[in-house]
C-alpha cells in the first residue's frame, strides 16, 4: 500500500510539474497576525491579513498557476480554507482533515492549478478565527469572458463583534436572551399579549420553542470591505460595473437592495447563469453574487445590505452627485411571523440530539416533526430506480438509470405550506420563509445533468438545533457523535435537506460544485453554499469524482462549532503528511466544554451558580446563604440522554438547625431531569436517606429586560431511615422563592426576590 501512496504521489508531483511549466505562476504572500484596529469607534484586538481587514483580493487568470505562502504570526495554530475552489484534497485548508493547521512562526505553502473562474474567497477554518476578521476575496478571471463591462470592483460583506467570539458562543450556550435584547427581537409576553398573540406563543412554549428569532447573535456594525460605509467616487455616470459580492459574515444574513444602475445577476457562486433582473436578493452566509450595473447620470447609486434580523445595515456608494438611495427593507414582524407559524400543520422541537447516536435512527426521530409539506425527507417524489434508505451514511447506490429533471423534484417545495395568503404570507418573506425564496431565479447558461447510466447515492439529512443548549446536528446527531459519511467515486450523490428549525442554514459542500435541483431542470444551477430556509426541503446533487474527505456544514460560524457538519468519505489513505494531526482533534473542537457562573448578592441573601457543559456532560454547583443563617449547596453531575431528558447523582449539604450555621448534614443524591413544555424544567431525585424530592423552575421575559421566576421544592421523609417525631409515619420540607430581573446589561442584573427560608429582597446579579 505504501507503494502503491509513494507512486501516486510522485506521478501527481509529475503532472503538477508539467501542468506547471506550461501556465502562469502567480505567486501571493499572506500574513495572518492580531492588530488592534477601530472598527466601531473603539480599539479592539482582531486577527488581520496583511495588517488590514479583510485580506487582500487575490487575482488570477483561468488556467493559472497559484502559489500562496501564508505566514502564521499569531501565538496560535491558524488555517485557510480556499472556499468554494476545486483544489486537490491536500490544500483544501480545514485542519486535520485535509491539512495540517499551520503552526505559530510557522509558513505553509498552498499550490495548486486553476481549473474555473469566478468570484470566491478564503478565511480561517480554525475555531472562530473568521469572526476576528480572517476572510479575503478571490477573483480568477475567465480565458475567454463572457461579459462586456467597464469596471470591476468587489464587495465583502462582513459582520463585527466587540466581544471575544469565545465569550459570544459561551453567551448562545448558557441561554442568555441579551443578544436578543440589545436588537429588540425579543418578544416578550407583554408585547406578545398585546398584539393578540398570546396563543400562537404558548403554542412555542408548549414545543419548547422561546418564540420566533432569526439570527443569534448582536453586532456592533455591518461592514462592506471593513467599514461600514464605503465611498466609490471613481466611478463615472454610464460606466458599466461588474459587482462581486461575498457574504463573509460569520453568522449575518442579508437582504441586497440597490438604489438604480438597473441590477442584473450574471453569476452564483463563481459560475455563470442566465442573466436575470434582480432587484432584492436574500443573501445567505458564505455565497458570492456577481452583478452588472450601470452607474447612472443622475448620481451615485447605493448598494446596501441590510441584516436580515433588521438590527443594522451597511452599504456602498457608487458614482457622485445626489444619492439614490436603496430601498428600505422592514424589519421583521417576530410577533407576526409567531401568529403564522402557529397556524401551519406542523410540529416544532425536533431534537438536536437522539438518545442513542450509535443506531442510524435519526430520521427516524424526525418523522413526526417539521410540515406535512410535498418535499419533505418522507414523500419527495425520486426518480425510479433510485435507492432510498432512511440510515444517514448507509445508502447502497442504485445501478439504474437517474432523471433528475423528473417532474416533482423541486429545490425547495413550499407546496405544503399551509397558511392563509397576503399577510401571514409577507410576514414569512421577511424571515426569508415565504414562497418566492428559492432558487428558481437562477438558471445555469448550460445543461448540468449527469449522465443517465451514473450511480445514485440517496443521503438525507434534517437539520435540527436546540436553543435551550445550543447544540446544532443533522440528523440528532452533532459531528463529535457522527460517523464519515462514505462515497464512491463515479456515482452522483443526491442529498435532500430537511430544514427542522425556525433559522435559516447555508449549507457548504467543500471540493465539488453541487446542482440545485430547481424548475429549471437539466438547466438547474451549480452552487457550492445553499441556503435552507426554515422548515423546507431542498435536493442537491453532486459528482462525485474526487477523493480523500471533504467536509460538509453549516456556515454559520456558530452552528458549525456546535456541531452541525459531517464529512464525506472516498475511504482513499490519508496523506502522510497528515500523520501528526489526528482528525479526531477537529472532532473534539466541536465538543468542548464550555463554562459560566451566576453571583447574586442582595439584602437578604447571597448565590453562587457555577456551570460547565459539553454536549452531553454537565457539572453544576450551586449555594444559597441567607444573612440569617440558613445555607444551603448542591454539586452535581448530569449526563444527557437526549435534549431535554438527564440523570444525575450529587451531594446536597445545608444546615441542620434553622438559622444556625453549627452544624452541616450532607445527603448523596440521585435523579432525574427533564425541560417539560413550557419551559418548566423538573427535577425528581432521592437521596441516601430514602427521602424523594421533586423541583420545579421556570423563568418567563415578559418585557423586553424585565423577566419573572419561580422555583418550588417539595421533600418527604416517610421515616425509612431517619426517626421521625413521636406518632408521626410522614414529614415535609417545602422551599419556594419568586423573583424579577430587570437586565442592565450582557453581565448584570438589577434582582429581587422573596425566599422563604431567606425572607425578601433586592440587589444584583453579575453574569460571568
Known sequence: MKKIILLSTALVILFIISTHAQTDTTVYNLTISEKT????????????????????????????????????????????????????????????????????????????????????????????????????????????PKFEYDKDLVLVFSDWTDENPMHVLKNLKRRNEWYSIKRNTVTPLGKVIARGGLGAQLNFWKQRMPGADIADVYYGAFLTNGTQVKEYPEFKAGEKVRVRMINASASTYYWITFGGGDPTLISADGIDVVPVKKEKLLFAIAETYDYLITIPESGKLEIRASSMDGAGQTSAYLGKGELLKAPDVPRPDYVGIMKAMSKMDMKMGAPAMISNPKKNDGLEKMKKYGMQMKGDMNSMKM????????????????????????????GMDHGGMKMSQGKDESVLVGAGMGPDKTYDFLKSAEPTNYATDKPVREIKFTLNGNMWRYIWSMNGKPLAEADNIKISKGEVVRITMTNLTMMNHPMHLH??????????????????????????????????????????????????????????????????????????????????????????GASHMSSLELVSSNVRNQWNLGAEIGWNQNFEADFSYE??????????????????????????????????????????????????????????????????????????????????????EAGKSYAFEQVWNAGIDYVVSRNFSLTGTYDNRFGGGGGLTWRF
Not at 430506480?385 to 423534484?409: A, C, R, V
Not at 436517606?689 to 429586560?705: C, G, M, S
Open 511 to 600: 471540493g465539488h460544485f453541487f446542482r440545485v435541483i430547481n424548475t429549471n431542470g437539466e438547466y438547474s444551477p451549480l452552487k457550492h453554499t445553499l441556503n435552507v430556509a426554515p422548515m423546507q426541503s431542498i435536493t442537491i446533487e453532486f459528482d462525485a469524482n474526487e477523493y480523500g474527505d471533504w467536509f460538509f456544514h453549516c456556515h454559520i460560524l456558530y452552528h458549525l462549532e456546535a456541531g452541525m457538519a459531517r464529512v464525506f468519505s472516498y475511504g482513499t489513505p490519508r496523506d502522510p503528511k497528515l500523520q501528526r494531526y489526528p482528525l479526531s482533534t477537529l472532532i473534539k473542537e466541536t465538543n468542548k466544554y464550555y463554562s459560566w457562573g451566576t453571583a447574586y
Open 37 to 144: 484596529l477601530n472598527i466601531t469607534g473603539k480599539d479592539r484586538k482582531a486577527l488581520a491579513i496583511d495588517g488590514q481587514i479583510p485580506g487582500s483580493t487575490l487575482r488570477f487568470k483561468e488556467g493559472d498557476y497559484a502559489v500562496i505562502y501564508v505566514k502564521n504570526e499569531l501565538d496560535e495554530e491558524t488555517s485557510v480554507h480556499w472556499h468554494g475552489l476545486i483544489l486537490p484534497n491536500f490544500y483544501d485548508g480545514v485542519p486535520y482533515l485535509t491539512t495540517p493547521p499551520i503552526e505559530p512562526g510557522h509558513t505553509q505553502k498552498y499550490e495548486f492549478p486553476l481549473v474555473h473562474n469566478g468570484t470566491y474567497w478564503y478565511h480561517s477554518h480554525t475555531g472562530l478565527q473568521e469572526q476576528l476578521g480572517v476572510y479575503g476575496s478571490i477573483v480568477i478571471e475567465p480565458k475567454e
Open 383 to 410: 426518480p425510479e430506480g433510485t435507492k432510498k434508505d432512511d440510515m444517514e451514511g448507509m445508502d447502497m447506490p442504485s445501478m439504474n438509470k437517474m432523471d433528475s429533471t423528473q417532474k416533482g423534484m423541486t
Open 639 to 724: 449526563r444527557y440522554l437526549s435534549d431535554y431528558f438527564r440523570v444525575y447523582g450529587g451531594v446536597n449539604v445545608e444546615n441542620e438547625t434553622p438559622e444556625s450555621l453549627d452544624q452541616f448534614k450532607s445527603v448523596a443524591q440521585v435523579g432525574i431531569r427533564y425541560l417539560l413544555p413550557y419551559f418548566i424544567n423538573a427535577d425528581l431525585s432521592i437521596d441516601n436517606q430514602l427521602r424523594p424530592q421533586v423541583r420545579f423552575t421556570a423563568e418567563y421575559l415578559i418585557f423586553r429586560r424585565v423577566a419573572v421566576f419561580g422555583r418550588y421544592e417539595y421533600r418527604s421523609d416517610f421515616g425509612a431511615v431517619n426517626t421521625l
